[in-house]
């Protein structure tokens, strides 16, 4: 798994204040982090912008940062180390990207962000227009060093009762710039390109598949996201993931049934079997160790009857 960070998403970690009762620190993301000194429990107080003055400033430092380290030196140097075991079949390339709803929203904090799909749209679009360009300057350099096997994009764009923002909003503020940037990634070789989204976004499928999405992670089991049956609507999609995590806790039958369950998915292929998320801290190393066998010999069987 390799990443491509933005330019303006790494920052010197710092202290900022220090109170009798309280710290505030600069965290690795620009945020403004604040602990009262009895707790664990820190919380946002300033996000890395608020305004568009903020944007501005935070656009220098990113230029600043795409001189000093983003040269084509540094792009082979970072890259070029997952080409041969690529090559000879050791492992596949799995690149990670910043998606266009992320991206807004970790700089501005999650509130805000949605509120400025209405106050302040033209934010949102400049911030989106940037890290397209970005992409296409920069991240279509790594192409010509690394083709990876799967390009998937984090968005987060959905709760467990649906997606956060409506299928005409994601066209506009998030869709028009996959079908600028998916082009690039096509043109450079890539073939699978996913989207990383929990909670259920059903209603948004077809958006993305228009954009030029061909599949999904994690595919959130308890928030709704069936694979089984959206494999039925979307007979071409891929997903990654799928397996109730929480059935792993419950032992042995439990993890057998839900093999069972998405084994019609498994059988059809496109799909890489896996937990939807991380596994609940209340599954036994035992239980764990039992999925992780049954996970395999499915895959294989899979494999064998494909061949």
Partial sequence: R????LPFRRFEEKILEDAPN???RQDIFGRQMRREKNSDIEIECRPVISSQADWERL????EKELAAYFTDEAIQKAYSPVVEGQRRG???VRLNIEG?????RELMGIEAHLLAFIKNPELIHSINSYVLDVYLRYLSKVMDVVV???????EDLSGKNGPMISPKMFDKFVGAYYQKLIPMLRAKGVANIFVDTDGRFDKLIPNFMAAGVDGFLPMDVNAGMDIVQVRRDY????????????RIAEGKEAIEAEFQRILPVV???GYVVGADHQVAPSASLENYKYYITRLKSVMAQAGADKR
Avoid at 59 to 62: D, G, I, R, S, W
Avoid at 100 to 104: I, Q, R, S, T
Avoid at 148 to 154: A, Q
């Fill in 235 to 246: 007979p071409t999609l891929k997903f990654i993931g799928g397996f109730d995590k929480l």
């Fill in 90 to 92: 050791d492992y596949p």
């Fill in 22 to 24: 309280y710290v505030i």
């Fill in 2 to 5: 390799i990443h491509f960070v």
């Fill in 59 to 62: 656009k220098e430092h990113a």
């Fill in 100 to 104: 266009f709803f992320w991206v807004p």
């Fill in 267 to 269: 059988r059809e292929g």
């Fill in 148 to 154: 990876p096997d799967l390009v998937y994009i984090m």
